[in-house]
């Protein structure tokens, strides 16, 4: 593993439980342990070029997730809007019920601290990849 990449908070392990939800290898640092505080929070290490699903992060009320970009630079994009160009020090709350997903541009790692924002009946449902197409128009469109 190559340690230079995941900026102070450290690359982690590959990513393998979510594997088939991303395009590329990620990595993933828990900083918090969820049997000991109702927040959890990450840091997501995400190669060139690799980006997750299109994923929602569902809640009855509460919920989401908020990004911190910690190293490195990518994308954010919520369904219907323009992408966002990710760098280090940009915080983007995610409310729930959001369609959306991130990941590293095709030119640079990327990390960002993942915190899961607690709320009422929640889960995350992973949907469609992001394709090539979509992912390639960014670095011409911005």
């Not at 929070?41 to 190669?47: K, R």
Request: hydrophobic share 30%.
């Amino acid at each position: 593993m190559n340690e230079k990449h995941g900026g102070a908070f450290g690359l982690g392990e590959e990513n393998t439980a979510y594997a088939k939800y991303f395009i590329g290898k990620s990595y993933l640092n828990p900083l918090t342990d969820s049997n000991k505080t109702s927040i959890f929070i990450a840091n997501v290490t995400f190669e060139p070029a690799c980006r997750n699903n299109w994923h929602i992060h569902h809640a009855k009320s509460g919920g989401g997730q908020i990004l911190i970009c910690v190293d490195g630079e990518g994308w954010y994009q919520e369904e219907g809007k323009e992408a966002v160009s990710l760098k280090p020090g940009m915080v983007i709350t995610i409310p729930a019920n959001v369609k959306h997903w991130h990941g590293a541009k095709k030119d640079s790692w990327l990390s960002h601290l993942a915190i899961e924002v607690p709320g009422e009946e929640t889960s995350n449902e992973w949907c469609e990849p992001v394709t090539d197409e979509e992912y390639e128009k960014l670095g011409k469109s911005l």
